[in-house]
């Protein structure tokens, strides 16, 4: 696999309109050179062990402003816990309620048909399907 390098940091950042900061350049190589699904702790630690002087809320304002120009989205895997997923594209998970990790399911594993009836005045923006697992009580 090619690594995920500043100058393609930094294409990405231009093309989703946000400003290029060095801390933005570290946070988006951490998330994007490989599908992940980090929480905005483990993204804090990811980062600060290429660039230490990069701040806790300076992660967390980047992936509010990543997340709203769709750079990534929130999975809300329990009420006290939400992963960041690099892949945007439509696709669903698995969440291992054990072990807290998350993957993504292959298409081919899972499948949605259609769509219900939505309230009047609404349209249909996404569908998250999050598939809890754990371990069997022996």
């Given at each position: 696999m090619n690594e995920y390098t500043s100058a393609d940091a930094i294409a990405c950042l231009r093309s989703a309109g946000v400003p290029v900061t060095h801390q933005r350049i570290e946070i988006a190589r951490a998330l994007f050179s490989a599908p992940v699904h980090l929480s905005a702790d483990q993204l804090w630690a990811k980062v600060r062990e290429q660039a230490p002087d990069v701040s806790r809320a300076t992660v967390?304002?980047?992936l509010r402003l990543f997340s709203d120009k769709g750079l990534v989205r929130e999975l809300f895997v329990d009420p006290a816990r939400v992963v960041f997923d690099s892949t945007t594209r439509p696709h669903f998970h698995l969440y291992n309620m054990d072990t807290g990790e998350v993957r993504d399911l292959a298409d081919d594993e899972l499948q949605v048909v259609g769509v219900p009836r939505l309230p009047a005045g609404t349209v249909l923006q996404e569908v998250?399907?999050?598939?809890?697992?754990?371990k069997r009580p022996d």
């Open positions: 967390y304002n980047t998250d399907v999050i598939v809890r697992v754990r």
